[in-house]
């Protein structure tokens, strides 16, 4: 069975730092992109930042210059370091994995349980 835990969420003042991580487990072939993603009260569920299995990411515009996804392919763990934290970051922050498995080697995407992040001000 795939596995994808999500850790490192806590309660920060504005201006500060937090750490995430994601890390899948199981039986599987390789996982290809990463993700997380968070939501809000009372929003849709929003892309945060993504990472290919080459390396490339992307980000959303309201996260740029503040947070970094990066990846350990030998661990199967993916990082979001979030500086700068602003109150409107308040979310629970969820991975999103998609993962090769099985005899036909099928792509499925997995998620975390979420990890909360509330930022104060």
């Known amino acids: 069975q795939v596995q994808v835990v999500e850790s490192g969420g806590g309660l920060v003042q504005a201006g500060g730092s937090l750490r995430l991580s994601c890390a899948a487990s199981?039986?599987?072939?390789?996982?290809?992109?990463m993700g997380w993603y968070r939501q809000a009260p009372g929003k849709q569920r929003e892309l945060v930042a993504r990472?290919?299995?080459?390396?490339?990411?992307n980000y959303v515009d309201s996260v740029k210059g503040r947070f970094t996804i990066s990846r350990d392919n030998a661990k199967n763990t993916a990082y979001l370091q979030m500086n700068s934290l602003k109150p409107e970051d308040t979310a629970v922050y969820y991975c999103?994995?998609?993962?090769?498995?099985?005899?036909?080697?099928?792509?499925?995407?997995?998620w975390g349980q979420g990890t909360q992040v509330t930022v104060s001000s």
């Open positions: 199981g039986s599987f072939l390789r996982i290809t992109d």
């Open positions: 990472i290919r299995s080459g390396g490339s990411s």
């Open positions: 999103k994995a998609a993962i090769v498995a099985g005899m036909v080697l099928t792509t499925r995407y997995y």
